[in-house]
């Protein structure tokens, strides 16, 4: 059996996204529109995992969490802790580079209302299961439930073992972490659901463990 990819930018395996991406890049021609590759370096020790692009984010740059609202927070939050040469994310060919820190998503492909539906998260999962077995990385970095779930997966683990929760940690193997934030979406951040002190803080967790 030919071995999974960490990625495949011509991806079309899920119908209902692959026919929206369609209807965007029609939609606005300038967009990316297609498979979002994940960005970092390959052996980061840390690995962060997001939902899914989003419709003028990351499905417009091509580059995760850069042009969007969740961007600024993250970003933000991985140059003070040593994780990003820059704050900001705005395109990809902007500058910014990651430091041992690598960032992709659940989900690839754009999905309608940003809601990808469960079995597309499971059919996206194996290109998470190859990227993780890849890069090896020490801490896993959740962003929301979905992002979560989708690690557990990925490494053949029980959800009922591994409740989220923001500022869970789980420890996956001796070698292997798993950290859970609320994901940094704008309404999230805009209901102080998720703060800045509060993803500081878990950052601060995070930088100490692998100093």
Known sequence: MKPIP???????????????????RARYPEYHAAPVAPF???????????????????????????????????????????????????????????LDCRVTNAVKCLPPQNKPTPAEVRSCNGFLAAEIAAVKP????????????AVLRALGLPLSRHPF????????RPELTLFDSYHCSRYNTQTRRLTQAMFEELFGTIRARLS
């Open 40 to 98: 970092g370096p390959a052996n980061a020790r840390l690995l962060i995992v997001g939902l899914a692009p989003g419709l003028h984010g990351a499905n417009a740059t091509g580059r995760p969490f850069t042009g969007d609202h969740a961007g600024i927070l993250l970003y933000q939050t991985l140059h003070r802790f040593g994780f990003a040469s820059q704050a900001q994310g705005v395109a990809r060919d902007d500058g910014l580079v990651l």
């Open 6 to 24: 960490v990625f495949d930018a011509a991806c079309r395996q899920c119908p209902r996204l692959a026919t929206h991406l369609d209807a965007v």
């Open 138 to 149: 020490s801490i896993l970095l959740a962003l929301g439930r979905i992002g979560h779930q």
């Open 165 to 172: 929760g923001h500022g869970a940690e789980h420890a996956l």
